[in-house]
């Protein structure tokens, strides 16, 4: 299909608990970003695929945060021994290429995660 | 990374005003993309600049690409009620996102 599909629209997890997003991308697009965005206005990278392969993690809290894209199966970020500040709405994105003339990235509709 | 200050904040206008954002930045930038989030929505894309001194027009709405590559803005004219959402700049290949200005449009 032509959109992102992120799964679920809602989280909600007891602090210490584990969380887990999905997100299915636009077929034939090969990179897949994963944002998280607090405070409403506020865009944090985290990661970034290019197919299955890890293209830039250089924004993941790497001692709880992890993600996964793998063939044939929806791409994953997991966050183990959720927090309260983990509270936060995640987006995915993907798209046919990087900085390609013309393309921008597709946005799911996000799933929005509630630590309490 | 390719930071991005974004500003005003906030903009209220009555319907049929201009709005302008700009976008900021102190190091040159290798392209500079557009989003605009509706409230409890997702980014969706608006549209990428790469050239210095770029200007694209899409109706109402005109970006620009500053000469040094170091500045954008958003212009759209005769505002509409469904203008309202928050624009987002945002630079290189992961996105670096500026705060956004929230654009509220009164009838």
């Known amino acids: 299909g032509e959109e992102v599909a992120q799964t679920p629209k809602h989280l909600v997890r007891g602090e210490g608990q584990k969380a887990k997003l999905y997100c299915a991308p636009i077929k034939g697009h090969s990179y897949v970003f994963w944002y998280q965005q607090v405070l409403k206005n506020e865009f944090k990278f985290l990661i970034s695929?290019?197919?299955?392969?890890?293209?830039?993690e250089t924004g993941m809290p790497k001692e709880r945060f992890s993600a996964k894209c793998l063939p044939n199966s929806p791409c994953s970020l997991e966050i183990q021994a959720t927090k309260l500040e983990d509270s936060a709405v995640y987006f995915c994105?993907?798209?046919?290429?990087?900085?390609?003339?013309?393309?921008?990235?597709?946005f799911g509709s996000g799933t929005r995660l509630t630590v309490v | 990374g390719q930071q991005v200050m974004q500003i005003p904040q906030y903009q209220h206008v009555q319907e049929g005003e201009d709005f302008t954002t700009y976008c900021n930045s102190s190091t040159t930038l290798s392209n500079i993309q557009w989003y605009k989030q509706r409230p409890g929505g997702h980014p969706v894309f608006l549209i990428q600049?790469?050239?210095?001194?770029e200007v694209k027009k899409q109706k109402r709405l005109t970006f620009q690409f500053g000469e040094a590559k170091k500045n954008s803005s958003l212009h759209i004219t005769a505002t509409q009620t469904t203008d309202v959402g928050t624009y987002f700049c945002?630079?290189?290949?992961?996105?670096?996102f500026g705060k956004g200005t929230s654009l509220l449009v009164t009838p």
């Open positions: 994105a993907s798209s046919p290429g990087i900085l390609r003339i013309g393309y921008g990235y597709t």
């Open positions: 695929f290019q197919n299955e392969n890890v293209f830039d």
């Open positions: 600049l790469v050239k210095s001194g």
């Open positions: 945002a630079s290189g290949y992961a996105l670096n």
